[in-house]
């Protein structure tokens, strides 16, 4: 059987509690990082979580039982996600001005609720599912969608976190 599907109340239990925020910070540290206050939108994080399938037993797993092999998955993305060219797609007309001096945004550290985003790819890369994963990708609006699965599924050949 299934896990049930994630309530928009257990994403806030989850964002508020103890357990998630001492991961994040661990991790956060971990890569020379801070996590900063604020979780933006929690609606489309709420929707996000569900158009992935990630079920409330399944993030519980992530910061307790599989805590060790997350935490190791989180680092490895992380690093192997920054080495990818980092590209946009623009709008025509929406192109941006290539005479603006200013460089591109520096990183303050990861927005609260950070691992979430992690922990889908980890839904993923525990449960393959390569319709599912196009059509998340799809729904978050993803730059060169189908370079970034290919990207995806070479990182995770190579990830090998312990297991959980």
């Known amino acids: 059987m299934a896990d049930a599907p994630l309530e928009y109340q257990d994403l806030l239990a989850l964002l508020r509690g103890e357990e998630m925020n001492a ?19 929690s609606t489309a994080l709420h929707r996000e979580l569900k158009r992935s399938q990630t079920s409330a037993a399944f993030l519980a797993r992530c910061f ?6 997350f935490r190791a998955f989180v680092l490895q993305m992380s690093t192997e996600l920054r080495a990818l060219p980092d590209e946009e797609e623009y709008p025509p007309g929406e192109e941006p001005d290539p005479d603006d001096p200013s460089p591109p945004g ?8 950070f691992s979430l985003l992690y922990a889908q790819y980890y839904r993923f890369f525990r449960s393959p ?6 059509d998340w990708l799809k729904y978050r609006r993803t730059p060169h969608r189908a370079r970034f699965r290919r990207d995806l599924k070479r990182i995770f050949a190579g990830v090998r976190p312990a297991d959980p």
């Open 106 to 113: 520096e990183v303050l550290g990861y927005m609260q609720g």
């Open 23 to 41: 991961f994040e910070a661990e991790v956060a540290a971990a890569l020379g990082t801070q996590v900063v206050p604020g979780w933006g939108d």
């Open 64 to 69: 307790a039982e599989e805590r060790e092999a």
């Open 129 to 134: 599912d390569d319709a599912l994963l196009d």
